[in-house]
């Protein structure tokens, strides 16, 4: 069946770095557009990031660009976040996220959450 495996959140200070990680399995990952998505508290869930299913080109949401960098391993079936630089503004539940270049048939990991703090 088709799982997305969300890990890396946790609790890190101001500025400071973390990298998620999704591990996807029981699809073709490589004909899936692979995203990032967040969702605070009392928050509509926002696009983070995405790259395309190639990995040649990626798109990152204003509030993010410049701190945040995405990649995918097709080879692994996984897909990265590295955030560094982070803000108490960054908290959050991280999703990652698959949508197929055609169908736009689409699946969701259950989140990991992120927490921003002094």
Not at 8 to 31: H, K
Request: with cysteine; hydrophobic share 30%; charged share 15%.
């Amino acid at each position: 069946q088709v799982q997305l495996v969300e890990s890396g959140g946790g609790l890190v200070q101001p500025g400071g770095s973390l990298r998620l990680s999704c591990a996807a399995s029981g699809f073709t990952f490589s004909s899936y557009t692979m995203s990032w998505y967040r969702q605070a508290p009392g928050k509509e869930r926002e696009l983070v990031a995405l790259v395309t299913s190639t990995g040649g080109t990626t798109h990152y949401a204003d509030s993010v660009k410049g701190r945040f960098t995405i990649s995918r391993d097709n080879a692994k079936n996984t897909v990265s976040l590295q955030m560094n630089s982070l803000k108490p503004e960054d908290t959050a539940v991280y999703y990652c996220n698959a949508r197929h270049i055609r169908t736009f048939s689409a699946y969701w990991g259950q989140g990991t959450q992120v927490t921003v703090s002094s």
